[in-house]
Each structure stands twice: as C-alpha cells, then as structure tokens.
C-alpha cells in the first residue's frame, strides 16, 4: 500500500461528513488537500533524489529517499 492508494481508498460516508461538518471542516477537501500534498512532496522528493549523490557515504540517504517516494506513489 501507498499513501495515494491509502487516500483513495478513503470512503467519504454521509456520517463521515456530517460529522466533520459539525466539526467545522470540509472531509472531501481535507482529502483532495492530502492528494495534492502528496503528489507535490513526490514531486520534490524526485528533484531532490535527481540531484542526491547515490554513491560512497550518501548510498544510505539516497536510497531512503527512494523509498520514500515509492510509499508515496
């Protein structure tokens, strides 16, 4: 599983809703807001990886990044 299968996989029941709304809040845009956060950190994550020494001392990091990005997808 990923965090975008995760998010998408998110049921926005009536109760669900009803109860965020009493709650002051918006569930179907807290979730749409969640999806462009992820899909923007993946963006970044890939910048960075892109230019992130993959090689020597850096090898750890550079694969933790990767992970991270693919936990993302």
Known sequence: ?????????????STAKASV????????GLVTQAKRATG???VLLKQIVAHHP???PDAANWA???AIVAELV
């Open 54 to 56: 993959s090689t020597g």
């Open 40 to 42: 923007e950190l993946q």
């Open 1 to 13: 599983m990923t965090v975008m299968t995760d998010l998408n996989a998110i049921a926005l029941t």
């Open 21 to 28: 709304s009493a709650k002051g809040a918006d569930i179907g």
């Open 64 to 66: 933790s990044l990767n």
